[in-house]
């Protein structure tokens, strides 16, 4: 599932606060520290270097275990995910040495491959080097696959209303694609310097789904599909001080997230009038819950498809299972567990999960390692769900 997004397009965490004379960085690393001597003994050899490198430099490198456990507990901390139980499973891929966007390009492809796994998704985050002064490289797609929005001569938009400002900009930088309703967007990609490159994704990195229906043929007629890895790419992981600008994160989509949200939203695809016409749904009133009945089948259309051709999905009945048995791991070890409650249910059917009858942890955006919503973005965020 899109774990740090809940709806396919969402992260919308506060951005991270401003190093002062009052929380210096080293402040920052100590607390990290805090955090971190649940997994390791960190050892006062290696405070006194963090110190050094600071004095001296102004800044610090994390080592690779504290990059690790630190992406790990980033995940951990996020409030408004509810995929969180495989927090432990975190996949680390260490890009911190490149050095181009081109070195970036090449690493977020590494991230495809191997998060995508054939559809046997893992849970993945690459992160590249970290911020100076506020900054450093920036992938400017919501998610690495996403897909385009044209504006038409009419008024209307061809594809997916979300990205018509990301659309542009890439037209602008040059990118010549068919023009359908599901083109699948090439990176953006800025440099330290503020420079933004466009490097077109080859579709060998790109594996899709085509939805059908068993029981509603004229379902799958429509053409629809949708990509099965949700590579969120425009947070910040903000670890120990230390923000990372660039660090894709992929877990997997729960169905509804794409079933009743990128395809059924009226500001998306809005194809719940074209659903239900291939039901034979009575349209004409909303007492008829027309609207309802497309959602469940559209979405059901999602989980069956990506089942039969053996890509790694979960429903939404599972996905809040799991985050309670997350929060109830989580008591046990005597740790709260911070919950946006609006953002851990479902958008269909959420009365009948048991996230729903509960409440949780208020939500902390200020707990760190997290990951951040950045300050400004190229595409419209709408309501920023995995998207």
Not at 218 to 241: E, F
């Amino acid at each position: 599932m899109n774990y740090l997004d809940h709806q396919d397009a969402h992260i919308a965490s506060p951005s991270a606060p401003r190093i002062t004379a009052e929380t210096s960085l080293f402040d920052e690393y100590q607390r990290f520290c805090t955090a971190l001597r649940e997994f390791v003994t960190v050892p006062d050899s290696r405070i006194c270097s963090v110190d050094r490198e600071i004095a001296e430099g102004g800044s610090y490198e994390l080592t690779g275990d504290e990059l690790r456990f630190g992406a790990m507990l980033a995940w951990r901390n996020h409030a408004r995910c509810n995929g969180r139980m495989h927090w432990r499973t975190l996949k680390v891929l260490d890009f911190r040495r490149a050095d181009t966007v081109h070195d970036v390009f090449d690493g977020c492809l590494e991230h495809l491959d191997y998060s995508t796994n054939n559809g046997a998704l893992r849970a993945v985050v690459s992160v590249f080097p970290q911020s100076s002064n506020g900054a450093g490289f920036e992938i400017l797609n919501p998610q690495l696959i996403r897909y385009a929005g044209y504006r038409q001569a009419d008024g209307s938009i061809l594809g997916d209303p979300l990205h018509v400002e990301l659309t542009d900009s890439a037209l602008r930088l040059g990118w010549a694609p068919a023009r359908t309703a599901f083109d699948v967007l090439p990176l953006l990609i800025k440099s330290p310097s503020g420079r933004v490159t466009m490097c077109e994704i080859p579709p060998q990195y790109i594996m899709e789904v085509q939805i059908e229906h068993p029981d509603y043929p004229d379902i799958g007629a429509l053409g629809l599909r949708w990509h099965v890895n949700p590579a969120i790419s425009d947070k910040i992981l903000s670890i120990g001080g230390l923000d990372f600008r660039a660090a894709p994160f992929s877990g997997w989509y729960v169905s509804s997230e794409i079933g009743a949200r990128n395809l059924s939203d009226e500001s998306r695809y809005n194809m719940l009038p074209s659903v239900a016409r291939a039901m034979g749904l009575d349209t004409r009133r909303d007492a008829t819950l027309w609207k309802d009945r497309a959602a469940v089948e559209l979405t059901y259309a999602v989980q069956w498809s990506y089942s039969e051709a053996g890509v790694h999905i979960v429903d939404h009945h599972t996905a809040a299972k799991q985050f309670i048995k997350h929060v109830e791991r989580e008591s046990q070890s005597k740790r709260k567990v911070p919950t946006d409650w609006s953002w851990i249910n479902p958008p269909i059917s959420a009365s009948t999960t048991p996230t729903f009858h509960r409440s949780y942890d208020n939500p902390n955006f200020t707990l760190r390692p997290n990951f951040l919503t950045r300050e400004a973005q190229v595409a419209s965020q709408g309501c920023p769900a995995h998207g």
